[in-house]
C-alpha cells in the first residue's frame, strides 16, 4: 500500500500534497505505467484523510494525464513519456516536507475555530478546470467584448433560473447586477439610495458590514434583537431608512426571523417612501435539517426587499462573485443612475460560472457540500459531547449555517477565555466579540466555526481546546445538554 506523510505541510491543501507525491512518484518511476492504486476510500483509510481528499487528488491526475480510470476496475498510472521524466541529478519529493528554520516557519493555530473558509479539497477544480477551457475555446469573440454593467446575461440568467429553483424566487434577471464581493455591492446600493439615509444593522453582527457603511460616511445604527430577529420597536424608534438584515439565519446568533416578524417588517418599509430592507442571505444552502428557508424577498408584497447573496460560501472566497437582486423600481432608477459602472468581475469568469450553472454542476456540488458538512457538524457534536472536559455544556443553533454556539457554565471572562486558548495554540472567538456594546453580550458563548476544520483534525481540535479550558477553569465544570 502507498504511504505518505501529511506532517509539517504547513499551508498546503491535503489534496494538493498527495497529488504532488504521487505525480512526483510517477515522474520517478517509482510507479510505473499499469501500477493499479488503491481505491479511493481504501487509500484513505491507509493515510488517515478524507475519501473527497484522494478523490480530488485522483480527479487532478486524471485530468493531466498521469492516470487513468477503469470502469469497476479501479485507477491505474499511465504511460508516462521517458523525455519528460526528471535527469536522475533532479530531486524528486519522496513525500515527506522539508524541514524548514524554525524561526522562517509562520506561526499558526494548532487549532482554528474562527476561520470560516472552504477548504481547498472542496472546490470543484477538474469540472471547474475543464469549463474554463471550454469557455477559452467556445466564446472566444464573447471574451473580448465588455460585459454590460450588470453582468453577464448568461450568468444573470442561470441565477435567475437558481434563485427559482432553489429559492422559490421569481425574479427578472434584468433585476439581478452581479459584483465583485458583496462589500462592493453595499458601496453600490450606497449610491443608489443616498448618502443621506440612516442604516440600521443587526447587534450582534456582521461587524465589517458596520464598518463598511460608516467608511461610506453614511449613518449607521446598531439594533438589538430579541427571539424573532430585529427588534421591530428599535427599528421604528431609530429613524432608519434602510435595515440590513439576514433573517433566514442570523450570523451570529443563529436566530431565523419569524414569519410574523418578516410581516412586521414588511409594513414598517411600506409605511414610508424610501424604507428599503437588504435581505443577506449569504449561507442559506447549508441548511442541515428540512427545507431552506423560504427568503423575506419571496412574500414582498410592496417590493421593498433587496436580496443580496454570494458564491464566497459555496464555491470559494477567492472567486469573488456576489449578486443583487433590486426591486423593479430600483433596477430602472440603477440604470439611469450607475448604470455607466463596468461590471467589476472578469467576463470570463462569469462565463465559466455561468455554465457552472446550466450544467447542472452547481446544483451537485450544492448537494455535496451539504452531505459533507452535515457530516462534518455531527463529527464536531459528538467530539464535544464524548470530551470529558465539556461535561455539560450546552449547544445552540447548531441546525444551520457552518457555525453553532456553546455555553460554557463558567465565571471566568470572554478575554480569560480567549487568552488560555491562545496560549494552546488555539483560536477562537466568543459571541461577545460581535456585538456594538459588548456589555450586553452573554458571557462565556463561544461561536464554533467548523468549515475550515479538516475531519481527521475535528477531535484534536476539540482535545486541544478542552485542555485549553480545563487549564483556565481548573474544577469547575462546564456544561453539552
Known amino acids: 500500500m502507498l504511504t505518505y506523510t501529511f506532517d509539517g505541510i504547513e499551508k498546503e491543501s491535503l489534496y494538493g500534497h498527495l497529488y504532488k507525491c504521487i505525480r512526483n512518484d510517477i515522474l520517478s518511476g517509482t510507479l510505473s505505467a499499469g501500477y493499479h492504486l488503491p481505491s479511493k476510500r481504501t487509500f484513505a483509510k491507509n493515510l488517515g484523510i478524507s475519501t473527497i481528499t484522494v478523490e480530488n487528488a485522483y480527479t487532478e491526475l486524471i485530468a493531466e494525464g498521469y492516470i487513468y480510470a477503469v470502469e469497476k476496475k479501479g485507477y491505474f498510472v499511465s504511460e508516462v513519456s521517458a523525455d519528460i521524466r526528471p ?4 530531486p524528486v519529493s519522496t513525500g515527506v516536507p522539508v524541514q524548514h528554520d524554525q524561526k522562517t516557519k509562520p ?5 482554528d475555530f474562527v476561520s470560516s473558509g472552504m477548504l481547498p479539497d472542496l472546490f470543484p477544480s477538474a469540472t471547474w478546470t475543464k469549463l474554463m477551457r471550454r469557455v477559452i475555446s467556445g466564446k472566444n469573440g464573447e471574451l473580448m467584448k465588455q460585459s454590460p454593467g450588470a453582468g453577464s446575461c448568461l450568468l444573470r440568467e442561470a441565477i435567475a433560473d437558481h434563485l427559482f429553483q432553489f429559492r422559490g424566487l421569481s425574479v427578472r434577471s434584468d433585476q439581478i447586477f452581479i459584483g465583485a464581493g458583496t462589500e462592493y455591492l453595499y458601496g453600490l446600493i450606497i449610491q443608489l439610495l443616498g448618502y443621506d439615509k440612516t442604516f440600521a444593522v443587526e447587534d450582534p ?8 457603511y460608516r467608511a461610506n460616511n453614511v449613518a449607521c445604527t446598531a439594533l438589538p434583537l430579541d427571539s424573532q430577529g430585529i427588534n421591530i420597536s428599535a427599528l421604528k424608534q431609530s429613524g432608519a431608512d434602510i435595515v440590513h438584515i439576514s433573517p433566514s439565519h442570523h450570523f451570529p446568533t443563529g436566530i431565523v426571523t419569524s414569519i410574523s416578524r418578516r410581516y412586521e417588517l414588511l409594513g414598517w418599509a411600506a409605511e414610508a417612501e424610501n424604507r428599503y430592507i437588504i435581505e443577506d442571505d449569504y449561507d442559506s444552502e447549508f441548511r442541515m435539517t428540512n427545507r431552506p428557508i423560504p427568503t423575506l424577498r419571496s412574500i414582498d408584497a410592496v417590493d421593498r426587499v433587496i436580496y443580496i447573496n454570494t458564491f464566497s460560501k459555496t464555491l470559494a472566497s477567492t472567486v469573488r462573485i456576489s449578486y443583487m437582486v433590486l426591486p423593479v423600481s430600483l433596477a430602472s432608477l440603477f440604470e439611469k ?7 467589476t468581475v472578469p467576463t470570463f469568469n462569469q462565463y465559466t460560472l455561468a455554465e457552472f450553472m446550466r ?11 451539504r452531505r459533507y458538512y452535515r457530516e462534518q457538524r455531527n463529527k464536531i457534536l459528538k467530539a464535544f459531547r464524548e470530551n470529558p472536559a465539556f461535561a455539560g455544556a450546552e449547544i445552540r443553533e447548531e441546525n444551520a449555517g457552518l457555525h453553532f454556539l456553546l455555553k460554557l457554565h463558567t465565571a471566568v471572562t470572554d478575554s480569560e477565555l480567549k487568552d488560555a486558548a491562545e496560549r494552546g495554540g488555539i483560536r477562537i472567538s466568543c459571541l461577545s466579540d460581535y456585538y456594538a456594546r459588548p456589555r ?9 466555526q467548523y468549515a475550515n476544520i479538516a475531519p481527521e483534525r475535528i477531535v484534536k481540535s476539540v482535545e486541544l481546546l478542552g485542555k485549553a479550558v480545563n487549564g483556565l477553569i481548573s474544577n469547575q465544570h462546564i456544561v453539552i445538554l
Open 337 to 343: 443612475k450607475l448604470g455607466f459602472y463596468s461590471c
Open 107 to 111: 506561526q499558526g493555530y494548532a487549532a
Open 440 to 448: 450586553d453580550a452573554e458571557q462565556n458563548v463561544l461561536l464554533i
Open 205 to 212: 453582527g456582521y461587524r465589517k458590514i458596520t464598518r463598511i
Open 87 to 90: 535527469s536522475s541529478g533532479t
Open 359 to 369: 450544467q447542472g454542476y452547481f446544483a451537485n456540488h450544492i448537494n455535496r457540500l
